[in-house]
């Protein structure tokens, strides 16, 4: 049967279907359909979900970079008392370019670039619901972050720590434009967190694999769901309050002002409510990604789906009622306190039945020693003793007595970098023969984790220890007297080696890249469906839709895969699916390039910049922003309305 | 991997309306990231108002004329919002030719009468954080009638052309529709807080 003659039970179809087409015939014209043109425009105008995650991962990497000598850069004038290596106002802007960079920068568009890569594929599907907004996030994102940079080159970073606090960065205090760019790094990278949140949730939600039910959804996609819920109610808290900031400084509201009837104390509640969940929108992926690992590694599945899958939920609930935890020494009325106190441990529950799942699996299964499991011990080590002293600090006494000390800085990295960089780092080795089809280097990648674990536990655990002994956080140098020399070059030499470690890693990806062994579709015999496909996966992912049966379906069906047959193959075309069960809907048309996203994020963006100097930018701004828009939205003559 | 069919999918249409549609998701999903913001701004409001001693803070409640006017229209424009998305649902052309002219015209209305409500707020922006915070929540309640009317004159312009007569155009329209629900009821809720709660 030729390719454009389908009919069923008699009856001609419209399009090209994939249905009974060999493979040679399929691949082409799926290939066709799915393009990313060549040259400068298909690099700005390509929707491609891999495409789009690739840059998100690669740009966080970037930041992790600057943000890494930022804090190099401090721990070299940290490294001996009294040093004049670098002064105080570079030193804070140092400090708050290093924490903005990793939260807003790093570590969130890094869980959100491994999802819009990860969650299309894991589900068995050929794109997000969004293809558009996912290329505007991209745009906004980076836009956000050169200018934040840019700033800083110029000698107006943002200087008043990464939460910013007022009266600090008000109008009074924070003279120049330093604050603003950060309120408006702040807006570009919401919008562009939001939008990812958006996608990913009407993605999961609808376009699963038919007979994916929601419980055979693979947990990382929980973590993801679970991820974009928590931006989609705590993103906007910090979208408030940093609008608020930027128009107390730029047309004179008085929020934050007490002699008119402002309070300080608004923006710590505003910005926390964003900024404790913050923490779970960075952990929660990357246990995701802990689930995603260990079966492949002790060849079971994962103990206890669906005591992990509900603690995942509950984490996401808790998380956001735990922020004024962040705000015991604000002298708060001493029963709120103490039921922060009590939410702040009760979060340890969830968390720790996964930590128990998780030891669980690996009890019962045959581990076998490669690179991505060894960063999941390392993270489980990490993450415990970083958990255990986030229990210490939820005690209103033990916090006041460390507050602002570097104890509470040892902490911060153990949770954030225990929790999220070590299974991060797991699901670079882990992922990035699907990604690549390569393989990364084995023997370096031991290297790698040893330098990362011996490292960052030799540079942030004796900071506990100097936190106890009163060293405070953010103070660009310390007395002689104080005694804390000795640790604090202990501290920076060995901030050298977790450095290297990360060099390691580059050197490993730049190798692998170029002689890194080829991996076939699914070196380590993983059960989860990204697996089903080519190593890198071609532009429509899958050849054919996946029918999923079981939780583990590449384990039960290791040589053949049931699919469903009949979406257009002349026309982009996505399966949508019930939301509990996953049972065919429609055939949904997914948009095609566009430059439309990239020329909205341009208009965005510079609408957003002009408003550091002018409010009048936001009325001129939203012209060209409308017309962008109106192209991005307005339909093209695609097949599918003919239908 | 072989593959083996177990399944056809040929027959399923090509656009449906509601919460069959990733598009209906999308919109809830930012009916609740932006619900979310006004339930933040709405908290602001009622934590400045605790923490000052009088409220309103030097000034009068606002005067509840254009507010409430607004409130009216914005009620009275569900029922036309409705009859749009049921000749939606149906594929009524011409219905709903005439349905997106009248939704456009409705929602310029609203933004008619905020010009008088700004000055009825019988406070400035800048004058003190009672004035800041309502002039945000009005604000921001404005940007989202801007936004929505944009999106309702697009889509009546497109509803004229030859790209309108289309299952997926109608499935646009109604979502339209669902999001202008959230536009009037989010003002429900702010005209209470702003109009209601300084008499109280």
């Known amino acids: 049967m030729s390719a454009s003659e389908v009919e069923l039970d008699g009856?001609?179809?419209?399009?090209?279907?994939?249905?009974?087409?060999?493979?040679?015939?399929?691949h082409g014209y799926l290939s066709k359909t799915w393009k990313t043109p060549d040259g400068l425009y298909g690099w700005l105008a390509t929707v491609d979900h891999k495409r789009i995650a690739h840059r998100y991962v690669v740009t966080a990497f970037l930041f992790l970079v600057?943000?890494?000598?930022?804090?190099?850069?401090?721990?070299?004038?940290?490294?001996s008392p009294e040093a004049g290596r670098v002064g105080p106002d570079l030193y804070n802007q140092l400090f708050t370019m290093h924490g903005t960079?990793?939260?807003?920068?790093?570590?969130?568009?890094?869980?959100?670039?491994?999802?819009?890569y990860l969650v299309p594929l894991m589900i068995g599907s050929r794109n997000v619901a969004f293809p558009r907004l996912n290329a505007f996030s991209y745009w906004v994102y980076v836009s956000g972050g050169l200018m934040i940079w840019v700033a800083f080159a110029f000698n107006t970073g943002a200087d008043a720590g990464w939460f910013s606090y007022v009266p600090l960065a008000g109008p009074e205090y924070g003279t120049g434009k330093r604050p603003d760019f950060w309120a408006q790094m702040v807006t570009y990278t919401e919008v562009s967190a939001l939008a990812v949140a958006v996608e990913i949730i009407a993605t999961v939600f609808k376009q699963r694999a038919p007979g994916m039910t929601l419980d055979r959804m693979p947990i990382y996609v929980w973590s993801a769901l679970v991820m974009a819920f928590i931006i989609l109610f705590a993103m906007p808290a910090v979208m408030v309050s940093?609008?608020?900031?930027?128009?107390?400084?730029?047309?004179?509201?008085?929020?934050?002002?007490?002699?008119s009837g402002g309070d300080v104390l608004l923006w710590q509640h505003l910005f926390w409510f964003f900024g404790h969940p913050e923490v779970y929108i960075i952990f929660i992926p990357a246990t995701g990604f802990v689930s995603a690992i260990l079966p492949a590694f002790v060849r079971r599945p994962v103990f206890g789906y669906l005591g992990i899958v509900l603690s995942l939920i509950g984490i996401g609930l808790l998380s956001f009622g735990l922020w004024v935890h962040h705000m015991f020494a604000t002298g708060l009325p001493q029963l709120g306190e103490s039921f922060f106190t009590a939410s702040s441990m009760m979060i340890a529950i969830p968390s720790g039945i996964q930590i128990f799942c998780w030891i669980a699996t690996i009890w019962g299964g045959r581990p076998a020693l490669a690179v991505p499991f060894l960063f999941v011990l390392g993270f489980i080590v990490t993450f415990v003793i970083g958990g255990l002293t986030g229990v210490m600090v939820a005690s209103v006494p033990l916090d006041l007595q460390v507050h602002d000390t570097y104890f509470v800085v040892a902490h911060l990295h153990y949770v954030l970098m225990g929790g999220a960089v070590f299974p991060l780092l797991g699901a670079v080795y882990y992922w990035f023969p699907?990604?690549?089809?390569?393989?990364?280097?084995?023997?370096?990648?031991?290297?790698?984790?040893?330098?990362?674990?011996?490292?960052?536990?030799?540079?942030?655990?004796?900071?506990?220890?100097?936190?106890?002994?009163?060293?405070?956080?953010?103070?660009?140098?310390?007395?002689?007297?104080?005694?804390?020399?000795g640790t604090n070059l202990f501290v920076s030499l060995c901030s050298l080696a977790l450095a290297a470690g990360f060099g390691v890693l580059f050197l490993n990806v730049v190798l692998s890249l170029r002689r890194g062994r080829l991996a076939g579709d699914n070196p380590w015999g993983a059960s989860t469906l990204e697996w089903a496909t080519t190593s890198p996966p071609p532009s429509y992912n899958f050849p054919r839709i996946p029918v999923v049966d079981h939780r583990e379906p590449l384990w039960k069906n290791a040589e053949v895969l049931p699919v469903a047959e009949g979406l257009r193959i002349d026309a982009r075309e996505v399966m949508v699916g019930t939301v509990a069960d996953a049972v065919p809907q429609i055939r949904q048309p997914s948009a095609d390039n566009s430059i439309w996203p990239f020329l909205a994020a341009i208009a965005v963006g510079v609408a957003f910049l002009a408003s550091i100097y002018t409010p009048w930018a936001v009325v001129w701004g939203s012209l060209p922003v409308a017309v962008t828009f109106i192209g991005w939205f307005w339909?093209?003559?695609?097949?599918?309305?003919?239908? | 991997m072989k593959h083996r069919a177990v399944a056809n999918i040929s027959r399923l249409p090509t656009y449906d309306f509601g919460a069959s549609t990733p598009m209906w998701w999308g919109t809830l999903a930012f009916i609740a990231l932006e619900a979310t913001g006004f339930a933040l701004a709405i908290g602001a409001y009622l934590y400045l108002a605790s923490v000052s001693p009088q409220w309103p803070i030097a000034a009068p409640p606002p005067d509840l004329f254009p507010g409430t006017a607004i409130l009216v229209v914005l009620i009275i424009s569900v029922v036309p919002n409705h009859m749009v998305e049921q000749w939606a649902r149906r594929q009524d052309l011409a219905k709903v030719r005439v349905g997106m002219i009248?939704?456009?015209?409705?929602?310029?209305?609203?933004?008619l009468l905020r010009i008088w409500e700004f000055a009825a707020l019988e406070i400035r922006w800048d004058q003190n954080a009672y004035g800041s915070i309502i002039w945000f929540i009005v604000g921001l309640h404005t940007t989202h009638l801007l936004t929505d009317v944009g999106d309702t004159v697009v889509l009546a312009v497109l509803m004229f052309t030859d790209k309108g007569n289309t299952g997926r155009r109608f499935s646009d329209v109604a979502d339209n529709a669902f999001y202008w629900d959230f536009v009037v009821a989010s003002w429900v809720v702010l005209y209470f807080v702003i109009y209601w709660f300084p008499r109280m």
């Not at chain 1, 600057?66 to 490294?79: D, K």
């Open chain 1, 11 to 26: 009856e001609k179809l419209k399009g090209i279907r994939d249905t009974g087409l060999d493979d040679a015939t399929l």
């Open chain 1, 66 to 79: 600057l943000a890494g000598i930022s804090a190099l850069v401090m721990r070299f004038q940290l490294a």
């Open chain 1, 101 to 116: 960079t990793m939260m807003f920068l790093f570590a969130v568009p890094m869980m959100e670039g491994f999802a819009i």
């Open chain 1, 242 to 259: 940093s609008t608020m900031l930027i128009l107390d400084r730029l047309v004179g509201t008085q929020f934050f002002n007490p002699a």
């Open chain 1, 434 to 485: 699907k990604i690549t089809g390569r393989m990364l280097g084995e023997q370096l990648g031991k290297w790698n984790f040893w330098l990362v674990f011996i490292g960052f536990n030799a540079t942030f655990f004796p900071m506990h220890i100097l936190g106890l002994q009163g060293m405070p956080r953010r103070v660009y140098t310390y007395p002689l007297e104080s005694g804390w020399g």
């Open chain 1, 635 to 643: 339909p093209q003559a695609i097949p599918e309305d003919e239908e």
């Open chain 2, 102 to 111: 009248v939704m456009s015209a409705v929602g310029f209305l609203p933004l």
